[in-house]
């Protein structure tokens, strides 16, 4: 089913992101079984979004990203229309303005390793209100362990970011699990996933 969607060429694309939505999804389905709003923070090009939301039929994906990039979001939405995937949502982390009721679900791709550990911080601190008291945050991308890359690939993809801006780079698993912490949410489970990658289930 995830290979009938059909989207308009003109729109940012990512293969990374066909090739690991399936293997997402197996982790964020039982994750996410009992939430009733899953909101997205950093939702890229759109591609997890339509495919997430046409197979968690139950719950409403709520994508959002920073003002800057989203017409073409919402055009993917648009496109993709389904009754569970509502217009996208300008949020920008560094700031405050944000009234939309605290979900029950947090989703997040591929976004601590390009944002500033200052950001990073922010995020987590955003985070607090931005989820129920009771939620489920699912964080998707690379992650070192106790300082070390866990494989060569990562090794060259953190120079490579820290080349195009010295604040981003892979993140400690260690100190995203202390941010976490600070807000009440508790490690679940931590999943090896393709190409290096880890999914951090959380729970508070």
């Not at 939309?100 to 500033?116: K, Q, R, W, Y």
């Not at 008291?133 to 991308?141: F, M, N, T």
Request: aromatic fraction near 10%; glycine fraction near 4%; proline fraction near 6%.
């Amino acid at each position: 089913m995830h290979n009938s969607f059909q989207f308009p060429a003109d729109l940012p694309y990512s293969q990374a992101c066909e090739n690991n939505k399936a293997p997402i999804l197996s982790v964020i389905k039982p994750a996410f079984a009992h939430c009733k709003r899953v909101l997205e923070v950093g939702s890229g090009t759109g591609q997890h979004a339509v495919y997430f939301a046409s197979q968690l039929p139950q719950l409403v994906w709520q994508c959002s990203d920073q003002p800057a990039y989203l017409a073409d979001l919402q055009r993917r939405l648009k496109h993709q229309a389904a009754d569970n995937l509502p217009a996208a949502l300008p949020l920008d982390i560094r700031q405050s303005d944000w009234s939309e009721p605290a979900a029950d679900g947090v989703f997040t791709a591929n976004t601590l390793h390009i944002m500033s550990w200052q950001v990073v911080q922010q995020f987590f601190q955003r985070l607090d209100s931005l989820a129920a008291s009771q939620a489920e945050l699912c964080i998707y991308g690379p992650f070192n362990y106790q300082g070390q890359f866990t494989s060569e690939s990562n090794h060259h993809f953190h120079h490579s970011l820290q080349q195009r801006d010295p604040g981003m780079g892979i993140r400690d698993q260690e100190a995203i699990l202390e941010l976490a912490a600070a807000i009440g949410f508790q490690l679940q489970a931590d999943h090896s996933m393709p190409a290096n990658n880890r999914l951090l289930h959380f729970r508070r």
